[in-house]
């Protein structure tokens, strides 16, 4: 037999118990029988067997996963699961844990792991872990160890309560709200109610004054004797009142126009400026005197007036802002401006 026949067959030998070596200590994975309400799978080494039993062999978000690690193993032999096997256990949470010697083989114990499923979770399964194996029928004694495979539990399906397809809605939905927050809404809704009224009349309010100071002093004048005839003050009794009132439109009408401060002044002063005034003529300064006089009878010297007199007196206040009215615009005419008289009329009407 030639030397290159004898090389190949002892590298063929070797390489025959290579392989044999190789299986017997690759961990024993067999998958057993079982039964409908169990999953179980079992691994092991040199006489020392791990078995997995789940139950229920699905996962069901409806009731708890229990897992029971069952690990068999002769006198001389020991085995320990790893010292953490919190995250072993992927889509579980762990909600108990204890350990009990078998009832069914000797040398075994129990390791009962109580799971709760994750709703939601993309995957349930027990990760790979390795198991400690001491033999001290040897000296000194060996160390050695195996390692368990993935195992995935599928998820229980429940086909009368979840549908075939998900709809997405987008609909709003009315939530009733609680009783007990109505009063906090009764007084938010009247409290918005409120800023939007008083919004309302401040703008409103704006608004008016800037009407009110964009007109001319002869429009402002017949605005403001409009607005005292609407108060209605001598059908009410109220003379003295409505004779205040009335000389202080025609007052602040000259104020305006012809910078006299007769609002502030007595009668007398007020005359005595519009005597030495270019602006007043003899006749309106007659006129402003009779009307000024006749006023202060009623409002000093406690003259009874009458709807008549009052009559008479409105008549000649409407009557010197008319005659100033058409002095204004006979001045308009001759100075080529434009005359202000379309409120004017508005007003008067």
């Known amino acids: 037999m030639s030397s290159n026949v004898l090389t190949r067959r002892i590298c063929g030998l070797i390489f025959g118990m290579f392989l044999f070596l190789k299986v017997i200590s690759t961990p024993a994975l067999a998958e057993s029988a079982g039964s409908d309400d169990r999953l179980s799978r079992t691994f ?11 139950e229920p062999p699905q996962v069901d978000l409806k009731r708890d996963t229990m897992v029971s690690i069952t690990i068999s193993h002769p006198d001389e032999i020991a085995a320990n699961l790893p010292a953490d096997m919190s995250g072993r256990f992927q889509g579980f949470n762990i909600a108990g844990y204890y350990s009990e010697p078998s009832h069914d083989k000797q040398k075994a114990v129990v390791y009962n792991f109580r799971l709760i499923p994750e709703p939601g979770a993309d995957v349930y399964r027990i990760r790979p872990f390795a198991v400690q194996t001491i033999d001290s029928s040897v000296h000194p004694p060996e160390r050695s160890w195996f390692n368990t495979e993935m195992i995935y539990i599928p998820a229980k399906t429940h086909a009368g309560t979840v549908p075939a397809s998900v709809e997405t809605s ?5 939530i009733r709200p609680s009783f007990r927050k109505l009063p906090y809404i009764a007084v938010l809704l009247l409290v ?15 608004r008016f004054v800037r009407k009110i100071r964009r007109m001319s002093p002869r429009e402002r004048a017949f605005f403001e004797l409009s607005a005292l005839l609407a108060k209605k003050l001598p059908e009410k009794g109220l003379f003295k009142d409505f004779y205040v009132e009335l000389t202080m439109v025609v007052r602040r009408y000259i104020e305006r126009r012809y910078a006299i401060r007769a609002p ?15 602006a007043f003529n003899q006749k309106s300064i007659t006129n402003l005197r009779q009307f000024l006089s006749a006023a202060d009878l009623v409002k000093f010297a406690g003259v009874t007036a009458t709807l008549e007199t009052a009559e008479s007196a409105v008549a000649k206040a409407r009557d010197y802002l008319e ?8 001045d308009n005419m001759t100075t080529g401006t434009k005359s202000d008289s379309p409120v004017l009329r508005k007003i008067n009407e």
């Open 44 to 54: 092991g080494q040199n006489d020392v067997y791990l078995e997995i039993a789940i």
């Open 170 to 174: 987008v609909e709003p939905v009315y």
């Open 323 to 330: 005659r100033e009215s058409i002095q204004s615009s006979d």
């Open 192 to 206: 918005s109610a409120a800023v939007l009224f008083l919004t309302y009349k401040v703008i409103a309010k704006i």
């Open 264 to 278: 502030r002044q007595t009668t007398e002063e007020f005359l005595a400026s519009a005597t030495g005034s270019s």
